[in-house]
């Protein structure tokens, strides 16, 4: 009975990226700008939150370091990548910079450092409980709260730098 498991598990994804962030009214109360809604590139600072499209369903995020990107991977390796290789194998084209409204990243020399302290260290990855948002939360507070949505940690950073989000492509 390996068909009705699969449509179960498709039915259970496509729930999931159907509540990515345009009917989310907790996302449109804490993001000013989408990923994609603004063509005014910034260019990143070490600590800033950077994130990417997955399939256009989903999407990665991680920190930026000079000139890479510090990500928990699927394996749960937590490397650093190129921009490049951070869009690799994604739908995205573009890496977005979260911001103020004023296009200045959001980024705090502890993120960095936390993020640097883990870099080549193996976390047990779960879509769920450990992600990438969650892995990037934690660079950011150094808590281990469960953060499974984008939209989850938008909220967390917004209630963080108490100020709405604009997410900016990135210039690199």
């Not at 739908?91 to 080549?120: D, L, W």
Request: aromatic residues 12%; contains cysteine; neutral net charge.
């Amino acid at each position: 009975m390996p068909a009705p498991l699969f449509w179960f598990g498709a039915s259970a994804l496509a729930l999931l990226a159907g509540a990515k962030y345009s009917s989310d009214k907790q996302f449109k109360q804490v993001v000013g700008t989408l990923p994609g809604d603004c063509d005014r590139a910034v260019k990143p600072m070490d600590g800033a939150i950077v994130c990417c499209g997955v399939y256009e369903m989903f999407d990665h995020s991680g920190i930026w370091l000079d000139g890479k990107i510090i990500e928990l991977k699927g394996n749960g390796l937590i490397r650093g990548v190129s921009p490049q290789r951070f869009l690799k194998d994604r739908s995205g084209e573009q890496i977005f910079i979260a911001c103020n409204s004023v296009y200045q990243p959001f980024a705090e020399r502890q993120t960095f450092e936390n993020a640097v302290a883990r870099i080549f260290e193996y976390s047990q990855y779960d879509v769920v409980n450990n992600n990438c948002h969650n892995f990037v939360w934690q660079c950011i507070s150094g808590e281990n709260e469960k953060v499974m949505r984008f939209v989850e940690l938008n909220r967390l950073l917004s209630e963080r730098f108490k100020r709405m989000i604009h997410w900016q492509p990135c210039l690199f």
